[in-house]
């Protein structure tokens, strides 16, 4: 989901990467930032594929559904998103 009107470029740096751990707070921070004019794009759920080729936004913020699964698997979704980002 691509928010802003600045365009996104496949090797665009990320200016700034943020890992929700659930929708809300997600969309929020996204809905932030696009008002604010910048380039972001909104991740649901963890990222598949190869990050250097994906498009990225300067603002990057993926969304995952983990503050009430067990804290084992939510760490290691979100050092995966880290991995990603």
Do not use: N
Not at 49 to 61: K, S, Y
């Amino acid at each position: 989901m691509q928010f802003g009107t600045v365009e996104k470029t496949k090797l665009q740096p990320v200016m700034l990467g943020c890992i929700a751990d659930d929708y809300t707070g997600a969309t929020d921070l996204a809905g932030l930032l696009a008002h604010s004019g910048v380039s972001v794009s909104l991740r649901m759920g963890l990222p598949v594929g190869d990050p250097v080729q994906a498009e990225c936004a300067a603002f990057e913020v993926i969304a995952l559904k983990i503050r009430t699964v067990a804290a084992k698997d939510d760490v290691t979704e979100a050092l995966a998103a880290l991995k990603w980002l």
